[in-house]
């Protein structure tokens, strides 16, 4: 979402770096293309101001003026303020006596019922026992939608077609504790801040439930109009949190960076795809680096320990030591990125990577191409690929829908990785995942 904005810092951040001095002027410069750069992005204007004061107090500083590249201290104090601005910390679901009550609002289209499910996918890998309650009575489509996802989960959905919301809300936190659910996640009808009859049926629904959290479904792609969204909610409802939806989207992403701020509310959630997976708690300090193009290690991290098991990690690393790596380790390898996310934002969380990025093309069909190569060998040319000759590379393309030249890649790919995942095992544990996507890079 943030590319064109992590693009203009990117730019803004170059012609600071490696200025001996900064005198005000320059200061005033950079800081109007940092203005710029923000209200392209749709931030709020209010917002933008703050930031950019805040920012210029301290870049006029002594830590500043005394620095010895204060170009670099212009930086840091640029990212710690993004970071303010964002909610300085992660704020997680309050912790209460079971059942813990989720309300879901916002307006129709934002993603909130796709949202509530996502959050009971990820409650549920934590341990807890989700119960999904289908209060938009609204939209009768919405009910089964919601049925369908918990399905797909395997949480059970509290429906009532012919009740009315508050009534079923009531009942259904009757049920969460008589079957023992410790989340109650309430999906809630659509609805604008500025109709006054949804929003008064929305408190009634709110009173029944008696909710610990109250989350607004912000979507990402709205810009301005998120803001005055989110300050209607706020004011007439009452917030505990904010969850941003779509926020891989591609539009210019000034609702993420305005919502906190101008509601008071934290930002606790972020969908980041369509699968039912992709939802993450918000990290301020890691998307304020994301979008200053500094990359974000910490979740690149996570998501490797999420997918990597420890014992086929310390099985590949003994394969290494004794020179035993297979095409079928590789294989190996390929599958366990791609159930990371998409390759280009996989890489993108490296440091540095972005400007490298716009430079080539990254197509996740890649993957599925060697993928495919590798699955139409035979388990011995697995097992050995130097008795892959010339008709077998001709059977291999042939039974993957590639090109003979295609498999001569993926054999070159082989090698280099052998070689490179060798150096980096180092003798112990398994290579680091950023060494690999490190040369997968390279090879584009």
């Not at 919601?146 to 949480?155: K, N, P």
């Amino acid at each position: 979402m943030f590319d064109t904005l992590t693009q203009r810092f990117e730019s803004v951040f170059a012609g600071l770096r490696g200025k001996g001095k900064l005198s005000e002027k320059d200061i005033d410069k950079a800081l109007r293309e940092v203005r710029l750069a923000l209200l392209e992005a749709d931030v709020n204007v209010q917002v933008v101001k703050a930031f950019l004061s805040r920012v210029k107090v301290r870049a006029l500083g002594e830590d500043v003026a005394r620095s010895i590249s204060p170009g670099q201290q212009v930086i840091k104090i640029v990212h710690e303020e993004l970071v303010t601005t964002l909610g300085s910390e992660t704020t997680e679901l309050v912790k209460t006596s079971p059942p813990l009550v989720i309300l879901m609002v916002g307006l129709q289209g934002s993603g909130k019922t796709t949202t509530a499910a996502k959050l009971a996918k990820l409650l549920l890998g934590q341990g807890k026992k989700p119960m999904l309650v289908a209060a938009d009575l609204q939209r009768p489509a919405a009910i089964d939608q919601l049925e369908t996802l918990g399905g797909r989960i395997d949480v059970p959905v509290f429906a009532d077609r012919g009740g009315k919301a508050p009534k079923l809300v009531k009942a259904a936190m009757k049920e969460a504790t008589r079957s023992g659910h410790d989340v109650v996640i309430v999906d809630t009808a659509g609805r604008l801040q500025i109709d006054d009859d949804l929003m008064r049926e929305l408190a009634a629904v709110k009173k029944a439930a008696a909710p610990d959290e109250v989350l607004l479904v912000v979507d990402a792609m709205t810009g301005q109009d998120a803001v005055n969204v989110a300050r209607g909610f706020q004011d007439q409802i009452g917030l505990t949190g904010l969850v941003l939806s779509k926020l891989d989207g591609d539009a210019r992403g000034g609702a993420a960076i305005s919502v906190g701020e101008v509601t008071g509310a934290p930002v606790k959630f972020a969908g980041i795809g369509e699968g039912l997976g992709d939802i993450e708690p918000f990290h301020p300090e890691r998307m304020a680096s994301r979008i200053l193009g500094m990359g974000d290690v910490l979740t690149l991290i996570e998501k490797a320990e999420s997918v990597f098991d420890e014992a086929d990690a310390e099985k590949t690393a003994r394969k290494l030591e004794a020179g035993k790596f297979t095409l079928e380790d590789f294989l190996i390898q390929f599958q366990t990125m791609k159930s990371m996310g998409p390759l280009k934002d996989i890489l993108a969380m490296l440091p540095g990577s972005g400007s490298l990025l716009r430079e080539v093309d990254i197509d996740d069909r890649d993957l599925k191409r060697v993928e495919a190569i590798i699955q139409s060998m035979t388990v011995d040319e697995r097992r050995n690929s130097k008795i892959i000759g010339g008709s077998r590379k001709r059977r291999i393309a042939s039974g993957s829908g590639t090109s003979p030249q295609d498999v001569n890649r993926v054999l070159k790919q082989f090698a280099e990785a052998q070689k490179m995942m060798k150096t980096l095992a180092g003798g112990r544990g398994m290579p680091s995942l950023e060494g690999l996507m490190s040369g997968q890079r390279t090879k584009r």
